[in-house]
């Protein structure tokens, strides 16, 4: 059984694992009023490390990374049997390159086939799907429908940053005799 609890920011659930009767199900709603119960998440296992230019994010990790993060955070929401993100990879590592040395930028990316985000209002149901978290508005994320190419990033991030991107690679960061 489980408790599901959609807020102003976030959909929470809880699970009870064992056989239902009337007492275990008054035991879980006890323990979940008194915030004893044990939250639910599909997640992978956070990683040990995490030194790619393009930073994984997994279900345990997504409320630190990319909501609590004083960072514009750039979300590849992705499935490894999606072609088209497959086909991406490429194009988004390169975006990862060319504003590594943005401090307050993070180029990041999460498989919502093995991880669940717990974040109101984001319904993620095509791949690939990308999102710009700012840091001044991390409740209404930014989705990039351009092409997927460094030009149609480049337009976004400077069309939808919230931080200073002068440390930006190159006078033209995504020019293709620089990548």
Partial sequence: MRIVRPDMERIRKWKSTGTVTASSVK???NDYKGKKAKRYQ???PVPTENNDL??????????DMVLKSNKDVLVLFW??????????????DNVARK?????????AKI???VNEVEHFGLDIVEYPTIL?????NKNSPIEFKG???EYAFNDFIRAHASVNLAKMKGPNPFDANEL
């Fill in 27 to 29: 035991q879980f709603y």
């Fill in 42 to 44: 599909i997640s992978e």
């Fill in 54 to 63: 393009v930073k994984k994010v997994v279900g345990a990790t997504f409320e």
């Fill in 79 to 92: 499935a490894p049997w999606c072609g088209h993100c497959r086909a991406m990879m490429p194009v988004y």
């Fill in 99 to 107: 504003t590594r040395l943005v401090d307050d930028f993070l180029v």
């Fill in 111 to 113: 498989d919502v086939s």
């Fill in 132 to 136: 710009l978290f700012t840091k001044t």
């Fill in 147 to 149: 092409e997927r190419n």
